[in-house]
């Protein structure tokens, strides 16, 4: 078994101001004992191939995904080729249309589908379920406030699998929420054995601390509007 997490964002994202960069979080991955994870940039694809290389390196398998918009709602491609493939996908017909022609080695799940956020997916993710691989159980929930029982109840009934990420937006949210898979750390492999079942969900609820301190200190003291802050810095003259 494998430990994944293939929703995070880090300081490459061009919307959160994060304050750290995928190096750092690959770096405390390998210390947890990841086998893959997936950054997941908004709107974004990492294509820094030191990134990829630094992920090698520290035996952790690096998958090139993204967090994506259509009609302004959030779905996570996995396994992308890179930025000119997303940048195509406009409407559910053109990711209905990627998926035919990638088969097996894309993977697309719903990320928070019922969270009261805008860009959730709600009942949007019902009317395509087709598209979809595979229902998030979101980080953030309390054990007398939870939005993920709705997306379970829909897995159940739509027979689809339930993975468990972290969305990290700070290094401290990363580690507790995961997935773990019975395959080897290779992407169409992975997404074989979740779509098989071979795969089980660790998501404990936060605490109310953890809940303030996402959407309150973090933002107020480790997150600034615009920032972009690279693995690898490019030299400018």
Same mark, same amino acid.
């Given at each position: 078994?494998? %430990?994944?997490?293939?929703?995070?964002?880090?300081?490459?994202? &061009?919307?959160?101001?994060?304050?750290?960069?995928?190096? %750092?979080?690959?770096?405390?991955?390998?210390?947890?004992?990841?086998?893959?994870?997936?950054?997941?940039?908004? /709107?974004?694809?990492?294509?820094?191939?030191? #990134? @990829?290389?630094?992920?090698?390196?520290?035996?952790?398998?690096?998958?090139?995904?993204? !967090?994506?918009?259509?009609?302004?709602?959030?779905?996570?491609?996995?396994?992308?080729? =890179?930025?000119?493939? #997303?940048?195509?996908?406009? $409407?559910?017909?053109?990711?209905?249309?990627?998926? %035919?022609?990638?088969? !097996?080695?894309?993977?697309?799940?719903?990320?928070?589908?019922?969270?009261?956020?805008?860009?959730?997916?709600?009942?949007?993710?019902? /009317?395509?379920?087709?598209?979809?691989?595979?229902?998030?159980?979101?980080?953030?929930?309390?054990?007398?406030?939870?939005?993920?029982?709705?997306?379970?109840?829909?897995?159940?009934?739509?027979?689809?699998?339930?993975?468990?990420?972290?969305?990290?937006?700070?290094?401290?949210?990363? =580690?507790?929420?995961?997935?773990?898979?019975?395959? &080897?750390?290779? &992407?169409?492999?992975?997404?074989?054995?979740?779509?098989?079942?071979?795969?089980?969900?660790? $998501? &404990?609820?936060?605490?109310?601390?953890?809940?303030?301190?996402? @959407?309150?200190?973090?933002?107020?003291?480790?997150?600034?509007? =615009?920032? #972009?802050? /690279?693995? @690898?810095?490019?030299?400018?003259?």
């Amino acid at each position: 078994m494998i %430990k994944i997490d293939l929703h995070m964002h880090t300081g490459e994202d &061009p919307k959160d101001g994060l304050h750290y960069p995928a190096t %750092k979080l690959l770096d405390r991955a390998a210390k947890l004992g990841f086998g893959a994870i997936a950054i997941t940039l908004h /709107e974004k694809v990492l294509e820094d191939e030191r #990134v @990829f290389d630094y992920a090698q390196h520290r035996g952790v398998l690096l998958i090139r995904a993204v !967090e994506w918009k259509i009609n302004g709602l959030d779905v996570i491609l996995c396994n992308v080729t =890179g930025q000119r493939e #997303v940048d195509a996908i406009k $409407s559910w017909s053109d990711l209905r249309a990627l998926r %035919k022609e990638r088969g !097996e080695s894309l993977f697309v799940f719903a990320p928070h589908p019922y969270y009261p956020i805008g860009h959730s997916l709600k009942r949007v993710v019902e /009317e395509h379920m087709d598209i979809f691989d595979a229902i998030e159980h979101a980080q953030i929930y309390l054990p007398w406030l939870n939005f993920n029982r709705r997306a379970l109840h829909v897995a159940t009934e739509h027979g689809k699998q339930v993975i468990a990420n972290s969305d990290a937006h700070n290094l401290w949210m990363f =580690g507790r929420h995961y997935t773990l898979v019975d395959a &080897p750390a290779e &992407p169409t492999a992975i997404w074989r054995a979740i779509r098989a079942g071979k795969c089980q969900w660790v $998501s &404990p609820p936060i605490t109310v601390w953890e809940c303030a301190r996402m @959407f309150v200190v973090d933002p107020l003291t480790s997150r600034r509007q =615009g920032r #972009v802050i /690279e693995s @690898f810095p490019r030299i400018r003259a």
